[in-house]
């Protein structure tokens, strides 16, 4: 009987550490604390940018833990999941929410990018829309303009900066120089004779090769241009080159370029590295 009775303070003892430990499992998780990755970020319009949560919970597990994303204003930057989108120019709050924990981040959106260009090449490619009317004596000389800031190096179009390629059309007797003057952007691609003097070629992708085409910038984003115009002038070998381009999204790039050009014929040049100077604007993640 007295060994009974030894028994019944361990089996007491195990009772309450089992109920303790039943009650402890069963409570909820819940997250204690969330933070993000960055509490700013500034972007263009059609830019994204990828916000990470991280999570401290009751039980130190976060699986299961659900969270609410959402943006102050809709209009300016969207978010799913912690993927921002910009959308208009403005200023939103993001935020991530769980178990009433939050945390935010401050995204600015633009809609304008002023490059700082100071170095340019200037590449002769002849008449390369085939655009000579044999009978008139009349046609367009095609010309790339590469206009970049100091970290970019204009023989491979690498490097970390900012890029501004200007597709461009002249008179047909001209073959080193760019005339002064105003050159529109083509809106009508389908036709040869729309590749006439003094108009800027839209950027695009050529189906065959994917070589991006036309006017482009490389940079805070890198998106071909749709619209907008140059407008030239020259004082003995420098250049003022002012431009206003508008990409798919809307966004402006302005600005002027001020500065001699270096010239290249890229028509004595092997159809290899003539391409190659095009190809180059593949790289887009070095720029």
Known sequence: MKSKLKLIPVISLFVLILFASCAKNNEPNVTTQITLNKSTS????????????T?????????????TWT???STVASVLNGMV???TAGTTTITVTSNNKTATCIVTVDDKILPALTQGELWY??????????IKHTGSNNFVLYTASSGIDLKTLTGIGELLVIELNTPYTVKDSIPVGTYDMITDLTSKANFKPFTLVPGYNDSSTNYPWGCWYFGTITDPISSGNI???????IYTITYEFYD?????ISGNYHGALSYVDATKLSSVNSAKSRLHLNSKSHL
């Not at 798919?248 to 402006?252: E, H, N, Q, S, T």
């Open 248 to 252: 798919d999204y809307g966004v402006k």
């Open 231 to 237: 407008v030239v002038t020259k004082v003995n070998t």
């Open 55 to 67: 999570m401290t919970t009751s039980s130190g597990d976060t699986k299961g833990i659900s969270q």
């Open 42 to 53: 500034n972007l263009i319009i059609g830019q994204t940018d990828s916000l990470l949560a």
């Open 71 to 73: 943006s102050s204003q």
């Open 85 to 87: 989108t910009a959308l």
């Open 125 to 134: 490619y002849g008449d390369a829309y085939a655009t000579e009317d044999t």
